[in-house]
């Protein structure tokens, strides 16, 4: 099936840096849904996008839908070393029963 | 918050064994709730989207009779990975949507299946 792509595929930043990752897509979502998930949990919604040029922000995180509904785009400000573990970026045509397309990934890692 | 509960967390069994994965949604009535598989360092992939009382709709290339999805209530999900063998080692994540609501899909916090 479709996948999203989000680049870069894996980060190693010092604490204290920003992050920033993106997700792209060929085809256009009405919602973008970002979410973290750490070595053998599930992932956890970190922010939702719900119009196109909205920009978010959840603490440290923020997130932006873009205005072609084909890409997005989240932010982390001075990273801590819990900000560890895997970012997916998630895009859904409609709510109700429609299914999440899911990006390929970004692993952060923290160097102390 | 809409918590999604999944059991067993680890499950470690022997080829040629079928094994039941739960998930229920515990303060919230789920109407659709999906199963996905993750293979080590890879995304989710959804496997079946599974609708309170009535059949799975299954992906492509995911064997019905294989990964059999039972969703007899509102707030209870079954995978049974059936007659399993070691390449069915892998994650596997439900998630569950609430029914008339506008929130995005609550996941669980999955289930590693560790085929000998």
């Known amino acids: 099936g479709q996948q999203l792509n989000q680049s870069p595929q894996s980060m190693f930043i010092q604490e204290g840096e920003d992050v920033s990752m993106n997700c792209t897509s060929s085809s256009i979502f009405n919602t973008w849904l970002w979410y973290k998930q750490e070595p053998g949990e599930g992932p956890v919604l970190l922010i939702a996008l719900y119009k196109a040029g909205e920009l978010t922000s959840n603490g440290r995180l923020t997130a932006q839908f873009g205005i072609t509904r084909k890409d997005s785009f989240l932010n982390i400000s001075a990273s801590i070393p819990s900000d560890v573990g895997i970012y997916f970026c998630?895009?859904?045509?409609?709510?109700?029963?429609?299914?999440?397309?899911f990006g390929t990934g970004t692993r952060l890692t923290i160097i102390p | 918050g809409a918590v999604v509960s999944q059991h067993p967390s680890r499950v470690i069994c022997k080829s040629g064994t079928s094994v039941k994965i739960e998930c229920r949604s515990l303060d919230f009535q789920a109407t659709t709730m999906f199963w996905y598989r993750q293979f080590p360092k890879k995304s989710l992939m959804l496997m079946a989207t599974s609708n309170e009382g009535s059949k799975a709709t299954y992906e492509q290339g995911v064997e019905k009779d294989k990964f059999l999805i039972n969703h007899a209530s509102l707030t209870l999900s079954t995978l049974t990975v059936t007659s399993a063998h070691p390449e069915d080692s892998s994650f596997y994540i439900c998630?569950?949507?609430?029914?008339?609501?506008?929130?995005?899909?609550?996941f669980g916090d999955g289930t590693r299946l560790s085929i000998l």
């Open positions: 998630a895009g859904l045509h409609n709510f109700g029963n429609e299914k999440l397309t």
């Open positions: 998630s569950a949507l609430q029914g008339n609501s506008n929130q995005p899909q609550h």
